[in-house]
């Protein structure tokens, strides 16, 4: 599962294959969006470009724009062990790859019946990438093409399953060394590229507990900084 994640860019490195100068420039950055909010957010849908896309896949078969909104609440993920033969999915996990451009993601611990964040991210400078698929769609009622995506989600690694430790899954990180390969490849290598493990890639911490609550205005620097709990004294 990965339905929140930030997309602060900033001075991070990005993969030099990819013939991307700068993804600084990439529209509506912030630290940290709700996937269930549909933002548009930066992806790579083609080598040497970066582009704005709505998160929660929207397939081309969509008729009408109540359904778009219906599936597009289900399409934020994709689990990559079944994402061949989901109709919702098939299609454009054997055509059209992408990768997601993010600076880190949010898991929830669940600890003495607690929810408790934490905000995942690599531990040297570099964008992250999730592997992700992408499909255009006709809306109807605007008259124009739109491009949606969805996040490959896969079974956690030890340093998520400590951490998201109810469903036990997290998103498909593509390192940087194989971004071209994941965007070049047919479906059959990019499912053998998912077996990638990234734990040593990544690092945590927990952040403050106001992320729990959505009346929060939680696109600020503290969603992502350490949480150092309050002291609590006898007296």
Known sequence: MCFSYSVNLQG???????????????????????GFDHPNLPIISKIGETEIAQWGIIPKWIKSNHEAVEISNKTLNARIESIENKPSFS????????????????????????????????????????????????????????RSYSIITKEANSLMAEIHNTKKRMPLIIPHHLAKEWMLGDYKQRFLLSKENSENYLTAHEVDPRLNSPKNNRNEAWAIQKYIPPQTTLF
């Open 91 to 146: 299609e454009a996990w054997k055509n059209n790859p992408c990768l997601i451009l993010a600076s880190g993601f949010f898991e929830w611990q669940h600890r003495n019946n607690n929810k408790n964040p934490f905000y995942i991210f690599p531990k040297n400078n570099e964008v992250l990438l999730f592997g992700g698929i992408f499909s255009d769609w006709f809306d109807p009622i605007n008259s124009k093409w739109m």
């Open 12 to 34: 991070k490195t990005i993969p030099t294959d990819l013939n991307i100068s700068s993804a600084n420039n990439s529209h509506q950055l912030g630290f940290f969006f709700n």
